[in-house]
């Protein structure tokens, strides 16, 4: 979020960020569809953590070109205040097609988000894999809900970033998918249709990405605290490991009940950790929480293998004391709503 630095209040400053970059940050920073928010993007990494320190230095460098451009970065997946009769939309190629598309709904996307793309070897595989870790939205939303206000108002979602993103369409869990061909057929169709401009209209909470050749994890709220972008980094790439061992083995699991991933998805962004949805390893009951601790348990020897075990100790942290939606309800109710737009700025994290 492009803030006030006094205030904490969105202001338009995107084009005098991306006008001002340095030649070698060209590439690390690009619009989104409203002036008030800019994108950072890392390059392809190796690791999770040379990715995490890289982003740390995006987020650094934003802070230096703040204290000459009189901006403030904040984070949350909602600013709490903002209205969308105030944003003022990208004038670009791309994003007019999204404002002509959507209209005030566009409006309405004052959304932040962290997203994370994890290799994969080619689109086959990435479509596989991609089937199997649709049951994993639930508990990696829930680990990630940071937007509880929208327009002033307390929402009673862990996630109103997921409601108000899914004005758009295509922007829900996909359906399984047989193959590559199936999922070109598709974007070919819907291309026919004039329903989408790009293969990247295809706004899912996973998707597989034509241009990256990756599995994109686009489910998250955007989370101030690096070691909680880490512990997200960190599941996603060791989802997609596992699950392509799994797919080598011939136990990869595609085939979910598709009204039950929708219901999970909605039960992650209303009520979060403590609600309960169907289990999708045995076709019983379980809480999102302990749907967490499945999915670790999951990838637990991925974990290991690239070295990120320690993230483990974060998401028995989350569990414990909360997520970021949870420390803003906390703060608000010793502090009014003008000081919780200040400490969306002030818990930033800027070094480890």
Known sequence: MICNPASGDLINKADKIMSNLSSDMKDRFSY??????????????????????????????????GEKYNYRIGISGTHPTALPVDQKFIDNDSYNWVKDNLRYYASRNITFSNHFHIAVSN???????????????APLLALSANSPFFEGVNT??????????GNFPRTHIPPKLTSSDD?????????????IAKDRHIWWKIRPHTDFGTIEFRMCDA??????VKMLAAICQALVYQSSLDLKRGVLEEDYNYELLLDSLWKACRFGLDTEISNFSNNGIISIRN???????????????????????IVEDVLSNGTEHDFQINYLQEHSIDDLKVYLMDSVDYKL
């Open 32 to 65: 989104e569809l409203i002036q008030s928010e800019i994108e950072s993007n890392t390059s392809v990494c190796n690791t999770v953590d040379e990715s995490i320190n890289e982003l740390l230095d995006l987020r650094n460098y934003l802070k230096d070109l």
């Open 123 to 137: 689109l086959d595989e990435a479509i596989r894999i991609t089937n199997s870790l649709r049951r994993w939205t």
């Open 156 to 165: 009673g979602f862990k996630s109103s970033r997921t409601m108000n993103f």
């Open 183 to 195: 999922f070109l057929n598709l974007i070919s169709v819907l291309k026919e249709t004039k329903s």
């Open 223 to 228: 989370q101030r605290d690096i070691g909680r």
């Open 291 to 313: 749907s967490v601790l499945d999915m670790i348990n999951y990838i637990k020897d991925a974990l290991i293998y690239f070295n990120n075990s320690d993230v483990i100790e």
